[in-house]
């Protein structure tokens, strides 16, 4: 069975079963999603996650009396009558274009709804459902609409497989990003500076230093000339881009100053094009490759902000390269090539490529473009380039940017829903926008093909899916404390000080854990916070000028000589082992 026609199926027989329960209630929609379903209602009283199995009880009931699913064409001014008590069920009649609209009926619960849907109840296992969390979520999600309360469930074919997700589910909310960071005092939000604007704590800004310090160095050795710009810019600037035209959703009310709108940047490419423009170039300078840890700040609505995933500010590890045609197909090869090393020294290593390709029978997003086979063109090096690297990838029409087809690298969160971690996109709108040319061999003016190249995607989101892809356990090059000195009773102190003299010469990275608490507690901690190496310091490594190591996740090692273990340590650090 199509599990998306269960589970949307599942959400019809939930607001039945709503309709039992809460009359009165107002019904929004109720679709099947990745891994389950939802409905939104408008109650005439609060919901609480305790009232889930009193909801799920009433869902089985209803199962079992094996109700059947029916569909019905009627006229728009019949469903006006039938959902005359329904004000958001009548909205979405209003949007319909069709003279006649379908409706379901399941029992005695109506819906306004395409379907497809089963034929009957009993093809559904009442013990393979639950019902996972209640949220609130805007009327269409729009913050401008009243907040309705959205129920979620997941279904599957059998109680085994449920039980297999609802495990997963469990052990995947162990490590979200947003329970390991405050857990790890990594980062923090507050509703006072604003929501959806993360605030970096001391251990968490060092590992993202890190990781942009290596970013800043692979970048450089491969010839990437780093900027620093503006946060903000004239409204001229966002209309030649085009984002106020493909964006203006998505970005934050312009700021007046002087009579003039300014707006919190979006993007950092017209800031780059600007730079490229601040000087003749000829065909020897390309390519020109401009790159920029620029933060940039978009308007997310509230009910998708995520942790560091959906922020409305962040940082991106963001790039232009300025080229040829001739020059395009080895930056493609090359941005490729780095990427692969990038996330070989990170370990990450479950993503796949997606060739993004444009739909030009989408007018609203690819309608001003003027010259296709170009397009097609730059489509044919990106699919070459792939091929000639025997990288597999699908493709995925529609998902170009508005001004260039791309190479999208996917992956998949704890919770297996797919994310964009990087991109390259090839942009044949911008040159001619921004007026952007080159002087060829013979001396004429030639347009530069750009391509937008983010390797890490945004600094943000890519802590977030390490932190993830970890379980918090960061390699030792990454963690803000290496190795934690344990001394067993105070007189060991001073030789926990001897050592630690020495880490600090070989530039590791330690604590000294000299409170007043057992050892067994110190121990607990160190493996909490994810310490790769505690350091247990008593009479036998002191006599021995040796330490007792333990591992994290591999518990204690036994005793190695302290010079020893600093060598291993380095080399460790040292090749990202």
Same mark, same amino acid.
């Given at each position: ?54 909801? =799920? ?36 009649? &209003?949007?319909? !274009?069709?003279? !006649? ?37 805007? @009327? ?32 995947? &909310? ?25 605030? @970096?704590?001391?251990? /968490? ?29 004239? =409204? ?19 700021? =007046? ?24 170039? #000829? ?68 993503? @796949?490529?997606?060739? #993004? ?8 997003? +690819? ?30 029409? /529609? ?23 990087? !991109?390259? &996109? ?99 901690? /160190?493996? !909490?916070?994810?310490?790769? +190496? ?23 090692? /036994? ?17 990202? #082992?």
């Amino acid at each position: 069975m199509d599990l998306n026609i269960l589970r949307h199926s599942l959400s019809h027989i939930m607001a039945h079963a709503i309709q039992d329960l809460y009359p009165g209630t107002k019904f929004g929609i109720g679709p099947a999603i990745e891994n389950g379903f939802y409905y939104d209602f408008e109650f005439n009283q609060s919901l609480k996650p305790e009232d889930l199995p009193k909801i =799920e009880k009433r869902i089985k009931e209803i199962i079992k009396k094996d109700i059947v699913f029916e569909k019905k064409e009627i006229t728009k001014k019949e469903a006006k009558e039938l959902f005359k008590e329904q004000q958001y069920k009548l909205e979405l009649i &209003q949007e319909i !274009t069709e003279e !006649t609209v379908s409706v379901y009926t399941s029992g005695n619960f109506k819906d306004l709804c395409k379907g497809p849907h089963i034929k009957s109840s009993k093809q559904i296992n009442p013990e393979s459902f639950k019902l996972t969390k209640i949220a609130g979520a805007y @009327w269409k999600g729009s913050e401008k609409n009243k907040m309705l309360t959205r129920i979620y469930g997941t279904a599957f074919d059998s109680k085994k497989d449920l039980e297999t997700y609802l495990k997963m589910l469990e052990e995947a &909310q162990k490590n979200d990003h947003r329970v390991l960071g405050e857990k790890l005092d990594l980062f923090m939000f507050d509703e006072k500076i604003g929501k959806g604007l993360p605030l @970096w704590l001391p251990n /968490g800004y060092f590992v993202r230093k890190m990781i942009e310090d290596y970013m800043y160095k692979t970048e450089k050795e491969n010839g990437y000339l780093h900027v620093l710009t503006p946060i903000l810019a004239k =409204e001229d600037l966002y209309k030649i881009s085009g984002h106020l035209s493909h964006y203006k959703n998505e970005m934050y009310a312009p700021i =007046e100053i002087e009579n003039e709108k300014y707006y919190l940047r979006p993007m950092n490419c017209p800031h780059h094009h600007s730079i490229y423009s601040h000087r003749l170039r #000829s065909y020897k300078d390309l390519p020109i490759r401009i790159a920029e840890f620029g933060t940039v700040y978009r308007y997310e609505k509230s009910g998708v902000l995520s942790g560091l995933i959906r922020v409305r500010g962040f940082t991106q590890n963001d790039s232009h390269i300025y080229g040829t045609k001739e020059t395009l197909k080895k930056e493609i090869s090359s941005i490729l090539k780095i990427f692969k090393k990038v996330y070989k020294d990170f370990k990450i290593s479950d993503y @796949w490529f997606r060739l #993004s390709l444009p739909d030009f029978k989408n007018k609203e997003k +690819y309608g001003d473009i003027e010259n296709k086979e170009i397009w097609e063109e730059g489509s044919e090096v990106l699919k070459n380039v792939l091929k000639e690297l025997k990288i597999n990838f699908t493709e995925a029409i /529609g998902e170009a940017s508005f001004y260039g087809p791309k190479i999208d690298i996917q992956t998949k969160d704890i919770y297996g829903k797919e994310d964009t971690i990087a !991109t390259i &996109q090839v942009d044949y709108y911008s040159a001619p926008k921004f007026n952007l040319y080159y002087i060829d061999k013979d001396g004429s003016k030639k347009p530069p093909v750009i391509i937008h190249r983010a390797i890490l995607g945004s600094f943000d989101r890519f802590f977030a899916l390490l932190l993830e892809k970890t379980a918090g356990n960061l390699p030792l090059w990454l963690s803000p404390i290496q190795v934690s000195i344990i001394p067993i009773t105070s007189k060991h102190v001073k030789y926990a000080k001897e050592i630690a003299e020495q880490l600090k010469e070989n530039n590791i990275r330690f604590e000294i854990k000299n409170e007043n608490e057992s050892i067994s507690k110190k121990i607990r901690i /160190g493996e !909490t916070q994810r310490i790769p +190496y505690l350091l247990i310091i008593g009479d036998k490594e002191k006599k021995a000028k040796s330490v007792a190591v333990r591992k994290r996740g591999k518990g204690d090692i /036994g005793m190695v000589k302290l010079n020893k273990f600093i060598e291993k340590v380095k080399i460790e650090s040292d090749q990202k #082992s």
